[in-house]
């Protein structure tokens, strides 16, 4: 027993160090919308050594799509994506200038699923469930795009493997004394924040009005991004929900927040 004890002090004190060493940054400015929170990153993960896994891991999926022939199948259907994905690129130098510059991709997965994701350093999928079975107007498919940008422009996946492996230290102490594996390394982390763990409501917030602004300054309607969730809980309504949403969780306040965040980029728009 005094082992283990001993053995959690150790632990803790160890997260507390890494924690030690995790800065307050600024991702991005706040833009209309106003997302100024502080993040708080560890240095034991930079934004290089995530971006690199990230394209590693990205070109591994893409290499499998390919060999199944799920990779850009139908030629207009990449085209539509990858032309409003490149319209709100354009954008991101409001929000940060340095993303201007990473090595944006943008491919559609031949899927069923209802979903759509965007890597650090900005690579995207959009799955042909979700262009097939929600049918977006291109403000709308805008809209999913956008969101997805935001949280690589705001680093949430790192946010989150940082917190892992801080974690991870101290279990890393506990499973020299059970025998247990604590997951440490960065593809792993990544992997499962990417595709696996639910973003925070925090997350999905400032998500969801970046997204907003990115589409208003690209030219699409922000008030797109209303219909859209509402077709989305639609879909979700019966017995199988979206992977989207599995993910994304939706709520009434979502759909305020999204209506008040449209409404104070509109100006942009309309310009």
Request: net charge neutral; aromatic share 4%.
């Amino acid at each position: 027993m005094l082992l283990v004890r001993r053995t959690l002090m150790v632990g803790l004190v160890s997260a507390a160090t890494a924690l030690g060493g995790c800065a307050a940054v600024d991702t991005t400015s706040s833009g209309a919308v106003g997302v100024d929170r502080k993040q708080y990153m560890s240095g034991l993960v930079s934004e290089q050594a995530l971006q690199q896994e990230a394209a590693q891991q990205y070109s591994s999926l893409l290499s499998k799509a390919k060999t199944q022939g799920a990779l850009d199948v139908n030629a207009a259907q990449t085209k539509r994506v990858q032309a409003i994905a490149n319209k709100l690129i354009a954008q991101v130098g409001v929000f940060r200038p340095d993303a201007a510059n990473w090595d944006w991709q943008v491919h559609v997965l031949n899927s069923d699923e209802v979903n759509a994701w965007c890597m650090p350093g900005g690579k995207i999928a959009v799955y042909t469930g979700l262009i097939n079975q929600i049918k977006p107007t291109d403000d709308e498919l805008a809209a999913v795009i956008g969101h997805e940008m935001a949280h690589a422009l705001r680093e949430h996946a790192r946010e989150q493997v940082s917190q892992q492996m801080v974690t991870n230290m101290g279990l890393s102490v506990l499973s020299a004394v059970t025998g247990s594996t604590a997951t440490g390394d960065l593809g792993g982390a990544l992997s499962q924040v990417m595709f696996t763990l639910p973003n925070s409501r925090t997350h999905e917030a400032e998500a969801d009005r970046i997204g907003v602004e990115l589409a208003a300054r690209a030219g699409y309607d922000p008030r797109a991004a209303v219909t859209l969730w509402q077709k989305m809980g639609a879909l979700g309504g019966g017995s199988q929900q979206p992977e989207f949403l599995s993910t994304h969780p939706s709520a009434a306040n979502r759909i305020a927040d999204l209506t008040e965040a449209a409404n104070k980029v509109l100006p942009l728009y309309k310009k």
